[in-house]
């Protein structure tokens, strides 16, 4: 049969070993610099190596080649899961890393070798395309000449595509950065009818799946210049990050329609479909994809030392919970269900990360007591707000008050809200929320100080939460979790 997904982490790691890599294990889901909340990329733990410090791993040895399978949480894309058939809200990343020493002709000479040679993954170079940066002739050069990609399999784009952080050169953030070339697998006109010279227009297809991204971080970002002038330094020496999705690859060589249907989620997906009685029907499934894959990333993430709290990265994994608790209630689960799917989760990834398995218990309870407490307040939250929705027209807006009221009585993530009113055609009024939460939480904060702090009920939330300055950021916070 078809490589696992156990098969080709361990097959990409053992690729790089033979090319003089050292295999680093996973850095925790908590991000090693303070940028984003979470790990968002297999480079971000070398960032240090990158900017020059020597590439010592006290421990494992030293190394200007590294390679690594990294637990990644993207927070931007939480609400891409389910919608789009690529994204997950944890992913692990495969990578290969240079700090100095190899650049863009091995890095993509390699990455070719990897994905075309029948000793690694086999598949057909005639459905291999790539992307560059606008004026990346090097990249050109490599890919046409060295490598004998045709011209046509190539599209050049901006900045918003081809570097790495794509805001980097505009707002930032500092650090190291560079061009890229991203590598796209043609899954054929099963998934669409749209061609390579389309996806120049289109930027989104079923069917060009982006696979691999080879970065080639030369500068360091810094603050810009009084006048807003971006200002891209020379890193001490050019380096190589690259990064492609492990559930990516995994679909694509075990050809399946999308990574739900994997050798890791098929069996979480199917628990699904078993302890709801509703059978999984591809596609328009939503509900069953969303708590598959939101399961998988609450656990890897408790794991890693997050409790679900009311703030930080804590509140992020609480909305992952409750945006899947809300799956399971459209599943007809009225009872705690999720914590029954961490064994398959502990089954598909424990492998290669033994904290679950030690963890597992604890993950298990935290999820179970979360279920619990928020089965306490769905069933009328649901029916408050769909009495709302119901009563309003498509393009209406839903007074924030409501909004702040689903969060402090019935504990909806405002996100939540957001996502329901959205299935009407209906938003928020975001501007008035953050105004009543502010509100609440000055009431809360003055009544604790007279310790009565009780008072507020559900608003203990508020309390223990953010403060109204964090909440504003808090949109900026999650679009960072896409980029450094
Ligand atoms: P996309 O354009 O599909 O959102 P990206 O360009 O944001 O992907 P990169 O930041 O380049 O992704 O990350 C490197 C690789 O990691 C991608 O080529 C892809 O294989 C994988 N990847 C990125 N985001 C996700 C995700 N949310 N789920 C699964 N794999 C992902
Ligand atoms: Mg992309
Ligand atoms: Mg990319
Ligand atoms: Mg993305």
């Known amino acids: 049969g078809p490589l696992t997904t156990a098969e080709i982490r361990e097959k990409y790691l ?3 070993e033979s090319k003089g890599h050292l295999r680093l294990p996973s850095h925790s889901l908590i991000a090693p610099d303070p940028t984003t909340l979470f790990t968002v990329a297999g480079m971000q733990p070398f960032k240090p190596q990158f900017m020059g410090a020597p590439a010592q791993f006290p421990g494992y040895g030293e190394n200007r080649r590294v390679t690594t399978a990294q637990k990644c949480l993207r ?10 058939l690529r994204h997950c809200s944890l992913l692990e990343m495969l990578g290969n890393f240079s700090f100095g020493d190899y650049f863009k002709r091995e890095s993509l ?3 070719w070798e990897f994905l075309t040679s029948p000793e690694w993954m086999g598949l057909d170079p005639a459905k291999l395309y790539a992307t560059i940066y606008q004026d990346d002739e090097e990249a050109f050069r490599v890919w046409t000449q060295e490598i004998g990609l045709p011209e046509d399999h190539i599209l050049r784009f901006g900045a918003d595509e081809n570097f790495w952080p794509a805001d980097a050169p505009k707002e930032g953030p500092n650090g190291p950065c560079g061009p ?7 899954r054929g006109p099963k998934y669409g009818d749209d061609t390579w010279a389309d996806y120049a227009e289109t930027r989104e297809s079923a069917r060009f799946l982006e696979i691999w991204n080879n970065v080639f971080p030369q500068y360091d970002r810094q603050d810009p210049l009084p006048d807003g002038t971006p ?5 001490p020496f050019k380096n190589i990050d690259t ?21 890791v989620f098929a069996p979480i997906i199917a628990r699904v479909a078993e302890l709801s009685g509703k059978p999984y029907e591809g596609p328009q499934s939503l509900s069953h994809r969303v708590v598959a894959e939101h399961i998988r990333s609450v656990s890897m993430t408790v794991a890693d030392g997050v409790a679900l709290s009311n703030t930080g990265r804590g509140y992020v994994i609480r909305k992952i919970l409750r945006r899947a608790s809300r799956h399971a209630y459209l599943l007809g689960l009225r009872e705690p269900t999720l914590y029954k799917l961490v064994p398959l989760v502990v089954q598909a990834m424990g492998g290669a990360y033994p904290e679950l398995v030690t963890e597992e218990a604890r993950v298990t309870a935290a999820i179970r007591a979360e279920e619990e407490r928020f089965l306490k307040t769905l069933e009328s ?3 408050r707000i769909g009495g709302l929705l119901d009563g309003m027209e498509r393009g209406a807006i839903l007074p924030g008050e409501e909004a702040f009221l689903l969060y402090d009585t019935y504990g909806f993530p405002l996100d939540l809200t957001k996502e329901i009113a959205e299935e009407y055609g209906i938003s928020v009024n975001e501007a008035e929320y953050a105004e009543s939460l502010e509100k609440a939480q000055e009431t809360a904060r003055a009544s604790s100080k007279y310790g009565k702090s009780e008072l507020f009920g559900g608003t203990q939330e508020a309390l223990e939460g953010l403060s109204p300055t964090q909440f504003v950021g ?7 979790g896409e980029v450094l």
């Open 381 to 383: 939250g649901m029916q």
């Open 14 to 16: 053992s690729f790089f």
């Open 75 to 84: 927070v931007g894309d939480i609400e891409n899961v389910g919608r789009t």
């Open 180 to 186: 890229c070339s991203e590598i796209f697998y043609d």
């Open 109 to 111: 000479t390699w990455a």
């Open 243 to 263: 990064g492609m999705g492990l559930e990516r690859i995994a679909t694509v060589v075990q050809d399946v329609y999308d990574f739900y249907s994997n050798d």
């Open 474 to 480: 808090y949109d900026e916070l999650e679009a960072r």
């Open 231 to 235: 200002v891209l330094a020379d890193l």
